[in-house]
């Protein structure tokens, strides 16, 4: 480790490196960036350096002083992870955990085994292997874990996740005095490295675009905070319609939970599916496809004269128009009983319809390219790749005037869309609701989006590298703690108004470390500089900052909390 010398607009910049070896080449590492020289040495840089000293020789015999020049660095160690410990305290995990392998002869901490999977999922996630091979870049995490520990613990997270899903759920609602009224759910889908398909793995519909590799399909609950509820697993050939009976079973059984409003999108908008809903004392909110309705209930919805105008207060666009009207609405449902017979149920529904002149301007821009891709095609007379009509294929048809098989623009149909520009509608079983409660809840179904892609891209749950079915549950549901710790920090963070992303949160608390040196033997802990977010949410979670410089003996101290 040596001071580096570097020029830059006639400014002389210091820097503390350390040389090591790379395919037979002397490359640097910069260990720390002390800034311009003059500001250095206007600020006391010579006093920072005897400080440095006389706190080496403090505990030294006299006459005895170390040599600061044997100084070099170890390694770089993570302490920013102790916000989640924290968070994970509160939701006493800890004993969670404890409570769950009481009766087995478990010879390795099971809880720190899962919670180091945790950090590694929030912080650099990785394959399980490559995580054993790192763990201990987390300062204070044991020692001791081996391989094989990182994968019982999966197995032993999969034989319990609805035991610990329930006690998390029971001690949320006690402790915070949690109401869950509205809940979200939705659909999604991850794939593996694989061409195999196995139990829970299976060929199906990829909402990842993943055609050729096998994938499972997950159902997720989420409150209006992003905060999860619960999920399930299903093999990836499962429909999105198919999972919503299992999740309504989960809520009233599993969770206790007796009145809720269900909000969906409208891939899980059958009329079975709402029956369901009903059926189990539910309600719901889901978007409604108005082209399928009925042409009476289209004109409607078009009948422009009873709409009621209102104006968004994020919206600055003075010309911008949003309107609203509720249509009550019979949802007649025909099922099949258990004896084969067919039946009939009327589901009473409030149909809120929206008119929105920014969401018009955009259904026009969309279809406008879809119509260009469709003409394109046309003047190719590629009438091989015209087999299906979906996307914009869907304005092609074939012309009735010519004997030869021949293209044209569906004009009648592009023009029967447009009547539908900045419409949207939402069917809702719960008439207390007003119109404007209905839209604001049902806007709030975007966090489930969000959540899919944190888990998906942030977090990296996908692809999945572990093979068996209890393997990948359990990966599973370490990925369901991980994601309820991190948006516990995010809806903290969101309260006192303090500006973040799932991103910069990451890079924060990654930024926050120690450089373990050491001098003439002897190990020493220097605090690296920081991003202020995460000394923000150090303060937010009642956590001090540790000192620039630790002995042994004091990093124990300030770990132990």
């Not at 206790?256 to 004392?281: E, F, P, T, Y």
């Not at 009621?308 to 609405?329: G, L, N």
């Not at 709030?444 to 998906?456: N, P």
């Not at 920090?489 to 006192?496: A, F, G, Q, V």
Request: aromatic content about 12%; some cysteine; hydrophobic content about 35%.
């Amino acid at each position: 480790m040596h001071l580096k010398t570097k020029k830059v607009k006639n400014h002389v910049y210091l820097s503390i490196v350390q040389s090591y070896r790379e395919n037979g080449k002397v490359k640097h590492k910069t260990i720390f960036n002390l800034g311009r020289a003059d500001y250095l040495v206007n600020s006391g840089l010579k006093n920072i350096v005897r400080g440095l000293q006389r706190y080496l020789d403090e505990d030294e015999p006299d006459g005895y002083k170390k040599d600061i020049r044997t100084i070099k660095e170890r390694q770089r160690l993570n302490y920013g992870y102790l916000a989640y410990r924290v968070l994970w305290n509160k939701f006493r995990l800890d004993r969670i955990l404890t409570d769950i392998i009481k009766a087995r002869q478990i010879e390795f901490d099971f809880p720190e085994a899962v919670f180091s999977m945790v950090i590694n999922r929030l912080f650099h996630p990785s394959s399980k292997l490559r995580h054993y091979l790192s763990y201990q870049r987390y300062i204070g995490l044991p020692e001791e874990l081996e391989l094989h520990h990182f994968y019982r613990s999966l197995d032993i997270l999969a034989e319990n996740k609805e035991r610990i899903e329930k006690e998390l759920f029971q001690l949320y609602r006690n402790l915070f005095n949690y109401k869950l009224d509205i809940v979200f759910y939705d659909v999604t889908t991850y794939y593996f490295e694989s061409q195999k398909p196995n139990g829970l793995k299976d060929f199906g519909f990829s909402k990842d675009n993943k055609i050729n590799d096998v994938q499972i399909v997950m159902g997720l609950l989420i409150d209006k905070e992003g905060r999860p509820i619960g999920y399930e697993l299903f093999p990836g050939n499962t429909f999105d319609g198919k999972t919503l009976l299992t999740i309504l079973k989960k809520l009233q059984g599993h969770f206790k939970i007796d009145k809720v409003v269900i909000v969906a999108d409208r891939g899980l908008n059958s009329k079975l599916n709402l029956k369901q809903i009903k059926d189990h004392g539910f309600d719901y909110i889901v978007s409604a496809s108005i082209k399928k309705m009925s042409r009476k209930l289209q004109e409607l919805i078009l009948d422009s004269s009873d709409y009621i105008d209102i104006k968004e207060k994020s919206d600055e666009d003075e010309d911008s128009v949003y309107r609203y009207k509720v249509i009550e609405y019979t949802n007649r449902v025909v099922y099949e009983t258990e004896q084969g017979h067919k039946a009939y149920q009327e589901l009473s529904e409030n149909l809120i319809c929206t008119y929105s002149s920014k969401r018009a301007a955009k259904d026009r821009a969309e279809r406008e390219r879809a119509i260009e891709k469709a003409k394109e095609l046309l003047r190719k007379n590629d009438k091989s790749s015209y087999k299906r009509k979906q996307g914009y294929k869907r304005y092609i048809k074939e012309s009735k005037e010519s004997t030869n098989y021949e293209l044209i623009l569906d004009t009648e149909k592009i023009e029967k869309e447009s009547r539908f520009d900045g419409y949207y509608a939402l069917q809702c079983s719960d008439k207390s609701m007003s119109a404007l409660e209905v839209i604001r809840e049902y806007h709030y179904l975007f966090k489930i989006e969000e959540s899919f892609r944190i888990i998906k891209s942030t977090m990296k749950a996908r692809p999945i590298y572990v093979w068996n079915e209890s393997h990948i549950a359990g990966h599973f549901m370490m990925c369901f703690l991980a994601f309820l710790l991190e948006r516990e920090l995010e809806y903290r963070l969101k309260r006192r108004n303090i500006d973040f992303t799932t991103e910069k949160i990451k890079e924060a608390l990654n930024s926050l470390e120690l450089s373990e040196i050491e001098i003439e033997g002897q190990s020493y802990y220097m605090r690296s500089s920081y991003k202020s977010l995460g000394a923000q949410i150090f303060s937010m979670l009642r956590l001090k900052l540790p000192p620039n410089l630790l002995d042994k003996d004091k990093i124990t101290d300030y770990l132990i909390f």
